[in-house]
């Protein structure tokens, strides 16, 4: 009798665990529910930059994510979207179906430990009770005898212990990139670095796809690009501009490498 109760109040455990991590959770498709476009609204079918990708993707686990981002371009890769958000276990398959969704080759998923929510989740079950009357009596001279039943319905509160953990869970998806033309990324230059390097001109070279042009021309990371056939260069709206403009033509690039100025000739595509 007492294993049979033990047995029920494991499983209402285990329902109201289930429930409450699920409530946690926010939502069936968090994955989905907090995607953040990174494309600007194209997409990658209709992008000039990307190569449309329609098998499964490569799941992998992340490391830090913005060193990830630059091995990832680095390896002919860029970012397209990412979903974020707090809380409790989820089926990482969700990533996997958001992936497919966007045309993603590969995404990177991460996860990190923030906080335990305990308490107590009040349960409701319904109940019954039954009482018994009996009658004894004598009709028309014959004895007789009998039971009257009455069932009473209610309800009772039971309060179910739970301990759920939750995580920052971060899935970044990625798309292969055509070709470049050029093949570099490039950063704004923050203040104090300024006036390390002692001039307000350039932009940082964040990462060099490998085997595009700037690549073979022997630039690299961390270099910062100060002109384009000798014309200044101050953002890196303004790099995005002169770079269009001189598509498959070979320009002149003015780079500050550790305190000294290089120049590189290099061929767009």
């Known amino acids: 009798m007492n294993t049979e109760k033990n047995t029920g109040g494991s499983k209402l455990k285990i329902l109201v665990s289930a429930l409450f991590t699920l409530a946690l959770t926010g939502c069936a498709a968090p994955y989905s529910e907090f995607y953040r476009d990174s494309t600007g609204g194209v997409g990658v079918v209709n992008?000039?930059?990307?190569?449309?990708?329609?098998?499964?993707p490569v799941v992998q686990r992340g490391g830090v994510p913005l060193e990830d981002l630059v091995r990832m371009r680095e390896?002919?890769?860029?970012?397209?979207?990412?979903?974020?958000?707090?809380?409790?276990?989820?089926?990482?398959?969700?990533?996997?179906?958001?992936?497919?969704?966007?045309?993603?080759?590969?995404?990177?998923?991460?996860?990190?430990?923030?906080?335990?929510?305990?308490?107590a989740m009040p349960m409701v079950t319904p109940t019954t009770s039954t009482s018994n009357t009996y009658v004894n009596g004598n009709s028309y001279g014959r004895p007789f005898s009998g039971v009257a039943q009455t069932t009473t319905y209610g309800t009772q509160t039971t309060y179910v212990p739970y301990s759920v953990d939750r995580s920052d869970h971060l899935a970044v998806y990625y798309s292969k990139t055509k070709p470049p033309r050029l093949g570099i990324y490039v950063?704004?230059?923050?203040?104090?670095?300024?006036?390390?390097?002692?001039?307000?001109?350039?932009?940082?070279?964040?990462?060099?796809?490998?085997?595009?042009?700037?690549?073979y021309s022997d630039i690299f990371k961390g270099d910062i690009l100060t002109a384009i056939n000798q014309s200044p260069i101050y953002s890196a709206q303004q790099f995005m501009d002169i770079?269009?403009?001189?598509?498959?033509?070979?320009?002149?690039?003015?780079?500050?490498?550790?305190?000294?100025?290089?120049?590189?000739?290099v061929a767009l595509k």
């Open 75 to 119: 390896n002919g890769f860029d970012k397209i979207g990412e979903s974020s958000f707090n809380a409790g276990k989820v089926n990482e398959n969700g990533a996997v179906v958001q992936a497919k969704k966007v045309n993603a080759a590969v995404v990177l998923l991460y996860s990190r430990y923030t906080n335990t929510v305990s308490g």
């Open 187 to 215: 950063d704004e230059i923050k203040g104090e670095m300024r006036r390390e390097i002692g001039t307000n001109k350039g932009v940082m070279i964040s990462a060099v796809v490998k085997d595009s042009p700037a690549f």
């Open 243 to 265: 770079a269009r403009a001189q598509t498959g033509e070979k320009i002149s690039m003015e780079l500050l490498r550790e305190g000294k100025i290089i120049t590189k000739n």
């Open 47 to 56: 992008n000039p930059r990307f190569v449309p990708y329609n098998g499964d």
